[in-house]
């Protein structure tokens, strides 16, 4: 029986150190568990101190961990290692050495970093907006943790050796009758083995086999006890922690904690204070909450809580209105943040509130003062009146007042109506009032056109003007304002314009595109009245020659002088126009072939006997004449134009200065003389290749430009010799005889080929027979896929006239292109002026300048008025400007001071070939 008892006592001590060791491994599991909860608690509440990087508050957030009894430290360190905040304040700003900071480098979620008998090191990762800013590390002392375990196991020593003693002392005892109760023991020592901690041993006898069980039940009530006061302290503790951790989230401001569950509200006292009540006067109901929100705010309010509780949106932010005790609004900021279970549900709600009134009442003035800065910054230079509501006038400036002609403080509370009037500058019919639309519609109200203001002196002021309404922050209608400038000027300036779109700059004529206007109508009465009309078309001989040797300037001058010539050999009825370079048309109405033969002769006798003097040069002149009869059987302008064309060039292959009447059969022999020779000479060109690419530079006029430089491409023609032909000899056979959509398609392959390997920007020129070829755009859009070229490396070049005459297609090119991104440049720009109509239709990115403005805009100061109009006009208009014939350093000063954007000329670069 002895052996038994002592059998039972070392059984005894077993489960007793086995009872220790599972309430150290409990405590240790707590601790880690613990641990983890700090850190991540320690991790959210640096975020903002970390991005603030304000060491201070992140050590003050920091201290408040240290009251838990086995913190060994906390810290916060960046990615990098580096100390940010450390209860040893001596450690901040030094780096971590250790390998446990390097795998935080690796990582971005929570990381046990230590764990054994000595310490537990945890790291929760510190992120916001999905970035990784910092580690938040908390390290817990384990033999702190195992001091709290020694009573116990002192205790469970004592009672063992106990238990030792009085098995060995009483084993005589035991071997006649105890057995029965040690049998009851060891069945409960090896249920508690097992995890069954609230048996208890059932011996009731006053032996001493009574006195040990009595023994083994306090011992077993001793270690629970201890237990769940560790367990009960802890909980406390975290709840603690918790709830001054959120509270800092909210510092100086107002702090609730809504627990969702039992729908009770935690209103701190700065909260009460804000909203003008005492600690007693609130409850804790969450209706004293909603109640205090503004009727207009609280359905947005209740929406975004309830969007932000179920995972809608990511933060907890929203300013709305509370009332004060007072009775009025205030506004309020409020943050938040949710606490979740492991299912993300919701079940605390916890932030701050801020308020925000004195901010919001400062953000309001500065909207009303910048609604009406910036009105009348908008303003400056022009004419500005303001009225209230109901249009009475509160405010002018000084050109206002000059030209209403009136004080501010004469006019204040009148109505518009009673200081001027408005009326048709052409009619004198009366226009309505800007501002009284304005105030009625609420909507902005431009002036009629050719409006004209008088004033009480009677004085006319030709003006623009526009009306807008002016609103509050909440949208309501405070007034409105008008703005006018003066435009007598522009309105001068556009009857020029108006008058050179229909007239040659250089000469005064009436230039092309009102021929052919004029040409339609006497085609219009042949056809309908049976009118007989004639058409001339002058080429100078000898003008060449002129320009070769004494150069553009004595050109011009030639040109001048004989349109003054020719305008006095013809009838007030008739039209004289230049058609362009040295040719000229006229258009005599009315008039008879044989009749117009007398005129002709006079207009070729009054040039041939006229001698031209530049300097000390003299030059004869001479000039070959087509005519042709416009009758009913006439079919378009077109054709006017071509028959009387090669009618002058049959009077030049005849031998010059001669005049020529177009006879049907009269197309044959000028193709033979002249132009069919050179249609012979192309195609064969482009069956042997014999064309090249050259290149010329069109570069930013500023220094300082965003813009970057591009390159035009031009073609040139090889003869049999490899001599190169001057694009001037062959293009206007290829334009008359429709040649020319074949050689841009030469230049289209061979272009997109180049930059296919050199990806630069290039201008490529598109005749107007191209633009009316219907195989022509599908040609480059077969093109820009095959040779996979980026489309906004390509601007394509029109003409003005091109653009014009063929308007739809033009058009219908420019869309189709432009969508695939292409960028297009109308050509030769302001040579007629009449584009300034069509331009709005015609979407470009450039306007080139023509060139013939450019080249004497230091001399002559029309041209200077033209060239900045034109670039003025193209800037109005979303549209870069570009110069030609820019041949001097001169010339590229005044355009930058214009603010034209880019140059092209032999002052920039020369033309040269485009693959070296």
């Not at 405590?27 to 613990?34: A, E, P, R, V």
């Amino acid at each position: 029986m002895l052996g038994i008892a002592l059998v039972h006592a070392v059984l005894m001590t077993i489960f007793v150190y086995d009872l220790v060791e599972r309430q150290s491994h409990f405590l240790h599991q707590q601790s880690l568990d613990q641990a983890r909860s700090l850190a991540r608690s320690l991790a959210a509440n640096s975020t903002s101190w970390v991005l603030s990087n304000d060491v201070i508050g992140l050590e003050e957030i920091i201290d408040s961990q240290s009251t838990y009894p086995t913190l060994e430290y906390a810290m916060v360190i960046n990615p990098d290692g580096r100390v940010l905040g450390h209860t040893d304040t001596d450690k901040t700003g030094f780096y971590l050495i250790d390998n446990v900071s390097k795998r935080l480098q690796k990582s971005n979620s929570l990381q046990v970093l230590i764990d054994n008998n000595r310490l537990v090191d945890i790291a929760a990762p510190v992120i916001t907006n999905g970035n990784l800013i910092g580690w938040a590390r908390i390290g817990l002392s384990q033999e702190r943790i195992s001091e709290g375990l020694q009573i116990v196991t002192i205790k469970g020593l004592i009672y063992t050796f106990i238990a030792i003693a009085v098995g060995t002392l009483f084993a005589y005892l035991m071997a006649r009758g105890l057995t029965g109760g040690l049998r009851q023991l060891l069945t409960i020592a090896d249920g508690i083995t097992h995890g069954q901690r609230h048996i208890r041993a059932n011996i009731d006898r006053h032996d001493e086999l009574g006195q040990l069980a009595r023994d083994f039940n306090q011992m077993l009530d001793t270690l629970n006890e201890n237990e769940f006061k560790i367990w009960l302290a802890q909980e406390k503790l975290a709840e603690s922690e918790e709830r001054f951790n959120l509270a800092m989230q909210g510092t100086n401001d107002g702090l609730w904690d809504w627990d969702i569950n039992s729908h009770t509200v935690y209103y701190s006292p700065r909260w009460k204070q804000m909203l003008g009540y005492s600690e007693q006067e609130i409850t804790e109901s969450r209706d004293e909450w909603t109640d205090r929100v503004h009727p207009d705010d609280r359905p947005l309010v209740e929406q975004h809580v309830k969007d932000y509780l179920e995972g809608n949106i990511e933060h907890y932010e929203q300013t709305l209105r509370m009332r004060h005790r007072d009775g009025t609004y205030r506004w309020h900021m409020e943050r938040g943040i949710a606490v979740r279970d492991n299912k993300s549900k919701a079940y605390r709600l916890v932030g701050t509130s801020t308020d925000i009134t004195e901010e919001k009442e400062i953000e309001r003035q500065l909207f009303d003062e910048k609604e009406r800065a910036m009105v009348t910054l908008h303003s400056i230079g022009d004419g500005v009146i303001t009225t209230d509501e109901k249009g009475k006038i509160n405010f002018m400036n000084p050109v206002a007042e000059s030209v209403i002609a009136y004080a501010t403080q004469d006019v204040l509370g009148k109505q518009l109506d009673e200081i001027i009037t408005l009326k048709n500058e052409d009619t004198g019919d009366p226009v309505e009032n800007p501002i009284r639309r304005c105030l009625e519609q609420g909507v902005v109200v431009d002036l009629e056109p050719d409006t004209l203001l008088i004033n009480h002196r009677e004085i006319g002021h030709a003006i623009e003007d526009s009306a807008a309404p002016i609103r509050d922050q909440e949208g309501r209608l405070i007034g409105a304002i008008m703005v006018f400038h003066d435009v007598a000027v522009t309105r001068q300036l556009t009857r020029e314009m108006t008058w050179q779109a229909s007239h040659d700059v250089l000469t005064g004529l009436i230039n092309r595109s009102e021929l052919e206007n004029r040409l339609k109508k006497s085609l219009d009465s042949a056809h309908q009245d049976n009118e007989v009309h004639t058409f001339l078309y002058l080429d100078l001989d000898q003008f060449k020659v002129v320009n070769d040797t004494s150069g553009h300037i004595a050109g011009d001058e030639l040109l001048k002088q004989l349109a003054f010539l020719l305008q006095k050999q013809v009838r007030e009825s008739d039209t004289l126009a230049r058609l362009g370079g040295d040719e000229f048309g006229v258009l005599l109405n009315r008039c008879n072939t044989d009749r117009a033969l007398k005129i002709a002769n006079k207009l070729r006798d009054a040039v041939n006997d006229f001698r031209f003097v530049w300097k000390d040069k003299a030059f004869d002149t001479g000039v070959s004449i087509g005519v042709i009869e416009i009758n009913s059987k006439s079919h378009d302008i077109a054709g006017i134009l071509s028959s009387a064309d090669i009618a002058c060039y049959a009077a030049k292959d005849l031998g010059r200065n001669r005049i020529h009447v177009y006879q049907p059969d009269d197309e044959e022999l000028s193709q033979r003389h002249h132009e069919m020779q050179w249609v012979t000479h192309i195609k064969k060109a482009l069956e042997e290749d014999r064309f090249i690419l050259y290149a010329q530079s069109i570069v930013p006029v500023s220094p300082d430009s965003p813009y970057r430089e591009h390159k035009e491409v031009l073609v040139r023609m090889l003869d049999q010799n490899n001599n190169i032909v001057p694009p001037f000899t062959f293009i206007p056979a290829a334009e008359r005889y429709n040649l020319m959509p074949a050689i841009d398609k030469w230049v289209i392959d061979n272009a997109f080929f180049y930059l296919q390997k050199n990806p630069i920007s290039i201008t490529i020129n598109i005749s107007g027979n191209s633009l009316g070829d219907n195989d022509f755009l599908s040609h480059v859009k077969h093109k820009l896929h095959e040779y996979q070229i980026e489309p906004s490396n390509i601007c394509f070049e029109i003409t003005e006239t091109s653009a014009i005459t063929h308007l739809t297609t033009a058009e219908r090119f420019i869309r189709e292109l432009k969508k695939l991104g292409c960028r297009f440049a109308l050509d030769d720009f302001g040579s007629g002026l009449s584009s300034f109509t069509y331009l709005k239709n015609l979407s470009v990115d450039y306007l080139k300048i023509d060139g013939s403005f450019v080249k004497d805009i230091n001399d002559n100061p029309i041209d200077y008025v033209m060239v900045k109009a034109i670039n003025e006009v193209g800037h109005a208009m979303g549209i870069m400007t570009i110069a030609e014939f820019v041949e001097n350093e001169e010339i590229l000063k005044t355009l930058r001071t214009i603010g034209v954007d880019f140059a092209q000329g032999y002052g920039i670069d020369r033309p040269s070939p485009l693959i070296g």
